[in-house]
């Protein structure tokens, strides 16, 4: 009976992986919708009114060089309004004071908004600012991101179009080679940046705003219903409510905005918890309406891998559980089942790996010392496995939605939390004991001569106790102060 779950789980991760193949395929096939004339224009009508949002949250360590950067945005002044929506509540607000202050001298039309509540959370704030913002067009900036001077004139022209309602730029990394954390974050990222955002503009599917570095039209917001704070991703909320209106988006990816990875792993979980909650919460309120609407069946399909993505942790989440119990409560039958299970479940590895290669390849990142992180990364995705799963479980049924930002240092170099950041041991230590429980799973694997249960075995061990150990030893420095 189990060999028969662990097959049929196994077989749902197969059809994810060959998914994930049909991307690298049709990266090379179709017709880009970019248009070269107009990513090649500086804007050759009049400059339209922007306003540029920033939203904050207890962002001392890097709200400084954000308003330095924004402030150097190559664009009239009188064209520009700035909001910094600050909901902080330490000594962050009053470096934003300061240098507004600083700023309004200096002739820019540069506010700071106060709402006295978190309520909706970046949502409410976002809402808040367009309620006051004078601009056409929204441009929108998370803390950790520092705009080139460049950006609104590379980025709105794509506006010619009036059905355009939302231009997504790509993210850089200024921290990308800190640790092994922040590469192989890089890399998952690039994956979206460098293959999912592209393919999924070139064939005309639906794809989403990532919550900064974008320009908004702000008839599409307002037309779409607004920022609403139902879910922790307002910004894949939004994106599929503007294209189910007909509103359609452009992914620039030659227009590249810097950012700073999360480099404490517990930092890094925070992140990953939201993002995974508030997909599958966006899911539960859209998924209805993208399967019976008039669309298109390719966009279908592609909306339904898309909004579902994090519902393969939990498919990995039972999968490790089932491995487990037949290597140690089962022996290995005549058949060879367990080895079969244990191949297939290597086959699927492969899969995986050779996306994360073709990564590498597209983020022209190819060094040997790249291609060492590519086990690497793949272990620690699934290590992260049962962290994932309570973050599904929890937007299927959780009713906490509490907004919990992802604080960054601002120093490239350290690892060390400017904010803390409370962390539960139950998960890390559960982790810990799972790459304990595998470990000694791999030495009787060697023993008995199961060459093809090795490599899955080592990738739970390798997985389980990055994540564990890393994740205790973090909060441990965080409570030594």
């Known amino acids: 009976m189990i060999s028969i779950g662990f097959f049929t789980l196994a077989l749902v991760l197969l059809i994810h992986g060959i998914y994930r193949m049909s991307l690298i395929l049709r990266l090379w096939g179709g017709s880009s919708q970019l248009d070269q004339q107009l990513q090649a224009d500086l804007l050759s009508y009049p400059y339209p009114e922007v306003t540029i949002q920033l939203p904050i949250y207890n962002e001392k360590s890097v709200v400084e060089r954000l308003l330095h950067a ?3 945005i190559d664009y009239p002044k009188n064209k520009m309004q700035i909001q910094v929506i600050d909901d902080s509540t330490d000594e962050t607000t009053a470096i934003i004071a300061k240098w507004v202050y600083e700023y309004k001298k200096k002739g820019f039309d540069i506010s700071h908004l106060r709402r006295g509540s978190r309520e909706g959370f970046k949502a409410g704030g976002l809402q808040y600012g367009l309620e006051r913002a004078k601009g056409e067009f929204i441009a929108i900036f998370d803390a950790d991101f520092l705009p080139p001077p460049s950006f609104l ?5 794509y506006f010619h179009s009036p059905n355009v309602g939302m231009v997504q730029a790509r993210w850089g990394y200024l921290n990308r080679d800190t640790n092994l954390l922040t590469r192989c974050q890089a890399l998952f990222l690039d994956g979206h940046f460098l293959l999912e955002q592209p393919i999924r503009y070139k064939y005309d599917l639906f794809f989403n705003f990532n919550g900064t570095a974008g320009v908004w039209r702000k008839k599409c917001i307002i037309d779409s219903g607004g920022w609403e704070g139902d879910t922790l991703t307002e910004d894949l909320d939004l994106s599929y409510r503007a294209q189910f209106k007909g509103w359609k988006f452009v992914y620039a990816p030659r227009m590249v905005v810097p950012s700073e990875l999360p480099s404490p792993i517990v930092a890094f979980r925070t992140q990953q918890h939201r993002w995974a909650k508030g997909a599958i919460q966006t899911a539960k309120k859209h998924l209805f309406s993208l399967l019976k609407g008039s669309f298109s069946t390719a966009s279908k399909i592609e909306g339904f891998f ?8 939990p498919i990995v989440a039972i999968l490790v559980i089932l491995n487990a119990i037949t290597f140690f ?5 005549k058949s060879g ?16 790996l050779f996306y994360l290669a073709v990564i590498i390849f597209l983020s022209k990142k190819l060094q040997l010392s790249t291609l060492v992180i590519l086990p690497f990364s793949m272990a620690m995705s699934l290590g992260m496995a ?12 959780g009713k906490n939605n509490v907004f919990v930002r992802t ?6 170099n350290s690892q060390k939390p400017i904010y803390k950041i409370d962390h539960s041991l139950t998960l890390p230590l559960i982790e810990t004991t799972f790459s304990a429980i595998f470990g000694i799973a791999l030495y009787q694997a060697i023993q008995k001569h199961f060459w093809f249960s090795l490599p899955t075995l080592f990738m739970h061990t390798l997985g389980f106790g ?7 030893y973090s909060i441990a420095k965080m409570k030594r102060g």
Do not use: M, R, W
């Not at 898309?306 to 942790?313: F, M, N, R, Y």
């Not at 079969?340 to 492969?350: A, R, T, Y």
């Not at 049962?386 to 049924?397: E, Q, R």
């Open 70 to 72: 924004v402030c150097e």
């Open 329 to 333: 409560c089962f022996p290995l039958p």
């Open 466 to 472: 990055y994540v564990g150990i890393a994740t205790l």
């Open 386 to 397: 049962f962290a994932n799963t309570k973050s599904v479980i929890d937007g299927l049924f």
């Open 306 to 313: 898309h909004l579902l993505a994090h519902s393969i942790h």
């Open 407 to 412: 604080p960054k240092n601002g120093s490239f």
């Open 153 to 157: 004139k590379e980025t709105l022209p």
């Open 337 to 352: 089942a367990q080895e079969f299970l244990g191949f297939l479940f290597s086959i699927i590895s492969l899969f995986y």
